[in-house]
């Protein structure tokens, strides 16, 4: 067992802490007066990071168009034609509506529960539950489609760059599609309406987009925020209407009515704390329980109409706390309504700790798990310079010598839809129009908008790589190879017509080329090569520089089945026996072993 | 985190023992099992959806509970002919009579069942609510780990962590909050699944490209896995045959239990388990003594029922421990249903608990005495029988730690 020495040095060695990185960390930039990385590695890196994955081609389109020229076109995605990509998702009808027409289409089985039981007193009749079934069918149908529209776009996009940072501004702004019924109304508008029109816009823009939907009033509990009792209000509290929530008939503001009203009101600090620590400046911003307090003071009133009033975004001047804030050295003068959460983002959008925190978060995106503190500088310099304007801070960081060093080189680990849409897009595959794909990724454990508390899904390597997560994506290079994932065909990457009876060598360039981007370690190399275990073969050499001893043999190439007699994954909860999957030879067992290496799992 | 050297050991006892499932006990550091010393296992059950208490744990000797749900109430055991009404427990409280399996754990002392207990928050959202209990922070939406992970945290040592990486496991297709935290979790929906899909040739192959290569995180839990996936191999879970004619329902939520028995049996040192059962959220048409409670009800008692008879005398080690978000409304809705509430109930099941005695105080169900003049009140703090069961069955010793903010009252007296 040759790793018997290295294990019995750590045993010695006890509990120590080694330091745990995925790659070696980034040196300060002053180290660097160049780009690292060979040609390329800059092609596959810049594709790797500003995209879910190369499509066959296009590694030789960036080529040809030069690196740097395509980031450009990347970072100004109205100037990049996406009409098919467009047409495609326009299908759904969930995307094309208002969080409103939803509300009004797809009836709340929960609604229909109480209206049914409000006719028919002592339970409902056999057509009153076939009723509520299909109610409750149609109803799902709007998650679903959020889902598939969301999958199928990132896989089609040519904005690929617009696409990841609508992935890295809905995880900052994560919200639960699991918080209540009405969150999925909300889902679909929040993604298309609020987060990617903004995803490289200006950033108080962003804000106050997502301050103002529905989906992150809702989830974090800002529209049942009110004035505490005994704080001033603009208007008497004993006015009628106006502790109920409904606005005085004089003032043009429409009244909310949203159901389930909690009995008692009072001031909820949970989205005024969120804004500041996970979504602003930062859980070590600079400020205390007492800022918070003021942001949710400030933000009171901010809440969502009801149906009558047209839904959405409402300001309900009855709800807010007109007294005086304080707030991180500011004053907010008394007397005023929207005004003071408007201005609250607007102090908070400007702020130095915000532009270091959100710097600092693209960088671990685009560069790696812990950026370099130069880069973070230039990068929150940017953000403070432009005023907030996303589209400069990210083209500083992925034009940067960090990002094009050689420590930054498949430095970060895929995520969960990182992988699977990755997968996707290396072999070209046909959008899914089931909820199958979309299924497949939350059992990889990342469902949509799936992470019940507000910090997100992991931005790093280590929250990711738990014993069970590498097995489940192990196991779905297997399903993928196997021809068991919709839409995508494992056998139809290109040149594989020309390596169907070529040696298994010729067979092994074609698939890293096609699924690890040309570059596999040479250990991967020789276990593809010679389908055996070093380690379980003396002879077998593991000196990486060592050509592989065995002789390729030619294997014939396995039938694979179609996309059509793809089996559904199960869905996320559901009871199921997993049959082992066919044994796979030749080149699918080849494409199983490249989406399932160590490699795949990096970008 | 001490994956890196629970890696390399593990690999270690696996060259110098071979691949004998109980090899932990015998490891070559000298070290126990995890939690170990003693051995214990808790099993945690969530019954997502908000349980209806009041007919789960029939408060059948409280007259209102009658006048309060006319038409779903479960009829009083000695009123009713056979199956009809409640199982008698004390005079007083009696079981849904589809709990007919748990019976004979309480008549053997392993059944402590509590009443009235819950969370302080007067929230009445599933989602706050279970985030409550799983973080068993309530009303403090601001903690990000989960109570049991914070145990596994605060009393992990690195002798344990690094021996196996099945001392918590989750049966649900993610790790679910109540674990998440820095201390490793394993979530898988069976044993059965935690393999390698393709086996042979292929499986080994993909376990060289994660042994070789540069020693990196990727690398290390990759072959940590492989680690896993051998030693429940060894246990040889496929041909898992269930002790003492056990009979669980072929359910998700049996066949989970199922697992969780198989992991405990396997001695791969598990010491926290984790399953949830949806379907509790019964607005409408919940039934009596038959109906949709009552078919949730006896997927339930059956499973766990197995899961005590195929344990046997690991038991004594075990305790099963289930709970729900809030109870529901005292009074039945419009629509044969049950709205949210606030107290409930859960059931604590193992050798060690004080069993055949029912725990908690009693609120009364009459006008004045009930929560915001609808549901049952609150006696017991969920944290108490948490806080019981961490630090009289798991050992704890920072409850601290694992309960901020909380300071503990008495302990119910549930573990012996």
Request: net charge neutral; aromatic share 6%.
């Amino acid at each position: 067992m040759y790793r018997l020495p290295i294990i019995l040095a750590v045993l010695a060695a006890g509990c120590s802490q080694a330091p745990r990185r995925l790659g070696t960390p980034v040196p300060d930039a002053r180290g660097f007066a160049v780009r690292s990385q060979t040609a390329d590695q800059q092609v596959a890196h810049a594709l790797s990071r500003l995209t879910f994955g190369a499509r066959p081609g296009d590694a030789q389109l960036v080529r040809e168009m030069g690196v740097d020229r395509w980031i450009d076109e990347q970072l100004h995605p109205e100037r990049i034609d996406d009409a098919r990509s467009d047409a495609w998702v326009d299908q759904f009808e969930v995307v094309t509506k208002t969080s409103t027409q939803l509300e009004a289409e797809y009836q709340n089985p929960g609604a229909l529960v109480n209206l049914l039981g409000a006719k028919a007193k002592g339970g409902l009749t056999p057509e009153d539950s076939a009723q509520l079934r299909a109610a409750r069918q149609n109803f799902r149908r709007i998650g679903e489609e959020v889902q598939e529209s969301h999958v199928g776009r990132a896989l089609q996009t040519e904005r690929q760059l617009q696409e990841v940072m609508t992935d890295f501004w809905l995880n900052h702004f994560t919200v639960f599609a699991g918080k209540g019924v009405r969150e999925q109304y909300y889902l679909a508008e929040y993604e298309n309406q609020v987060i990617r029109p903004h995803a490289l816009g200006k950033f108080r823009d962003l804000l106050g987009a997502v301050a103002k939907s529905p989906a992150m009033l809702f989830y974090l509990d800002n529209w049942e925020s009110a004035a505490d009792s005994g704080r001033p209000r603009l208007m008497p509290v004993n006015q009628p209407g106006a502790s109920g929530g409904q606005a005085p008939r004089a003032r043009p503001v429409a009244a909310p009515a949203p159901p389930q009203r909690r009995a008692r009101g009072g001031l909820n600090e949970n989205y005024g704390r969120e804004l500041l620590e996970l979504h602003t400046l930062g859980v070590d911003g600079g400020y205390t329980q007492q800022d918070v307090i003021s942001a949710a003071r400030a933000l009171t009133g901010w809440t969502i109409a009801g149906p009558r009033q047209g839904g959405g975004f409402v300001f309900t001047s009855s709800m807010h706390d007109a007294g005086e804030k304080r707030l991180l050295g500011h004053t907010l003068r008394p007397g005023r309504g929207i005004e003071d959460g408007e201005e609250l983002l607007d102090i908070v959008a400007r702020h130095p700790n915000t532009a270091r925190f959100i710097a600092f978060k693209l960088a671990r995106r685009f560069v790696s798990d812990t950026p370099s503190p130069a880069l973070v500088e230039r990068a929150a310099a940017t953000f403070l310079r432009t005023e907030g304007d996303i589209r400069e801070v990210v083209r500083t960081i992925v034009t940067s010598p960090e990002f094009f060093s050689r420590e930054a080189y498949r430095a970060k680990l895929k995520t969960p839809f990182e992988v699977v849409l990755s997968a996707l897009r290396a072999v070209n595959a046909q959008p899914d129009q089931t909820p199958r794909t979309a299924q497949l990724i939350g059992s990889l454990g990342q469902p949509y908008l799936g992470h019940q508390t507000p910090n997100g899904w992991p931005e790093t390597a280590e929250g990711w790589l738990g014993t069970g997560a590498i097995l489940n994506r192990i196991n779905f290079g297997l399903l993928m190879a196997a021809g068991r994932v919709p839409g995508a065909n494992p056998m139809s990457f290109p040149g594989i017509d020309a390596v169907r009876t070529a040696p298994r060598e010729q067979q092994v360039d074609a698939v890293v080329t096609a699924f690890l981007g040309g570059d596999a370690s040479s250990v991967t190399r020789s276990v593809l090569v010679t389908g055996k275990n070093p380690l379980l073969d003396p002879n077998v050499s593991v000196d990486p520089t060592a050509p592989p001893r065995t002789e390729p043999k030619m294997v014939p190439d396995v039938p694979i089945s179609a996309p059509s007699g793809a089996r559904p994954p199960p869905r996320p909860g559901q009871a199921r026996a997993i049959a082992p999957l066919p044994p796979l030879t030749g080149l699918a067992q080849l494409a199983g072993l490249a989406l399932g290496s160590p490699e795949f799992q990096r970008r | 985190m001490h994956r890196r050297v629970f890696v390399k050991n593990s690999a270690f006892a696996l060259v110098t023992m071979g691949l004998s499932p109980s090899f932990l006990r015998r490891t070559a550091l000298g070290a126990e099992l995890p939690g170990a010393p003693k051995g214990k296992v808790l099993i945690c059950l969530f019954q997502r959806g908000a349980a209806d208490a009041l007919n789960v744990l029939v408060p059948h000797g409280d007259r209102a509970y009658y006048q309060l749900r006319p038409d779903i109430a479960i009829a009083q055991p000695a009123r009713s002919a056979g199956a009809a009404g409640a199982i008698d427990l004390d005079g007083f409280f009696g079981l849904h009579p589809a709990l007919a399996p748990l019976k004979p754990l309480w008549d053997r002392g392993l059944l402590a069942p509590i009443h009235a207990v819950g969370s302080p928050s007067a929230t009445r959202s599933h989602f706050d609510a279970q985030d409550y209990m799983e973080s068993a922070t309530p009303d403090n939406k601001g903690t990000s780990d989960g109570w049991l992970n914070r145990y596994l945290a605060a009393e992990g040592t690195c002798e344990q962590c690094k021996i196996t990486p099945f001392r918590a496991v989750a049966m649900t297709p993610q790790t679910p909050r109540v674990l998440q935290g820095s201390a490793p979790v394993v979530a898988m929906n069976s044993v059965a699944e935690f393999t390698v899909r393709s086996g042979g040739t292929q499986a080994e192959q993909l376990e060289a490209l994660y042994r070789t290569g540069s020693a990196d995180l990727i690398h290390d839990a990759g072959t940590g896995m492989f680690e896993a996936v051998k030693m429940l191999r060894a246990a040889d879970p496929q041909r898992y045959q269930p002790e003492h004619d056990a009979a669980y329902p072929n359910s998700q939520f049996g066949q989970r239990l199922r697992s969780i028995a198989q992991l405990i049996k396997a001695g791969v040192g598990l010491e926290v388990a984790f399953a949830d059962v949806g379907g509790w959220d019964t607005h409408v048409n919940q039934g009596g003594a038959t109906g949709q409670l009552a078919q949730r009800l006896e997927d339930f008692g059956a499973s766990i029922a197995a899961l005590v008879t195929d344990l046997g005398d690991r038991m004594e080690d075990v305790v099963i421990l289930t709970m729900s978000e809030f109870g529901r409304t005292t009074r039945q809705n419009g629509n044969g249903g049950t709205d949210h509430g606030h107290a409930g109930a859960m059931f604590m099941i193992g050798g060690a608990v004080e069993g055949g005695r029912v725990h908690g105080r009693w609120p009364g169900l009459a006008p004045e005495q009930l929560y915001e003049g609808r549901d049952l009140a609150l006696t017991t703090d969920f944290r108490a029988v948490f806080a019981e069961v961490a630090s009289r069955h798991l050992g704890a010793t920072n409850l601290a730690a694992i309960f901020p903010g909380y300071t503990p009252g008495p302990m119910p007296g549930m573990v012996g």
